[in-house]
């Protein structure tokens, strides 16, 4: 079992900047990919961005050139950085491991955390 705890989310006006962290209870090493998702109201989640093991990020086209993904390993944390937020950037923000264990990709959510882009 796998525990994600996020922090990071608030309150920000458009133009701002936010980091959200996610804390993992095991070994990053033994996690493939961490990944951050969104879900605003009445929409599905989506990816927002991911990074493997090996520190090679991918994101979603919407946010390209304005959140940067980051791991720390020592640290067991995944972290977000968000810059020049737009009100459309507003949505609940989901930490997400993949750990792949005994022949299966398994994955594990953190609780959740509120991103409000608004003047």
């Known amino acids: 079992q796998v525990q994600l705890v996020e922090s990071g989310g608030g309150l920000v006006q458009p133009g701002g900047s936010l980091r959200l962290s996610c804390a993992a209870s095991?070994?990053?090493?033994?996690?493939?990919?961490m990944g951050w998702y969104r879900q605003a109201p009445r929409k599905q989640r989506e990816l927002v961005a991911d990074?493997?093991?090996?520190?090679?990020?991918n994101y979603t086209d919407s946010v390209k050139g304005r959140f940067t993904i980051s791991r720390d390993n020592a640290k067991n944390t995944v972290y977000l950085q968000m810059d020049s937020l737009k009100p459309e950037d507003t949505a609940v923000y989901f930490c997400?491991?993949?750990?792949?264990?005994?022949?299966?990709?398994?994955?594990?959510w953190g609780q959740g955390t509120q991103v409000t882009v608004s003047s």
């Open positions: 997400n491991a993949r750990l792949f264990v005994d022949g299966t990709w398994r994955n594990y």
């Open positions: 990074i493997g093991r090996g520190g090679a990020p």
């Open positions: 095991v070994s990053m090493f033994s996690i493939s990919v």
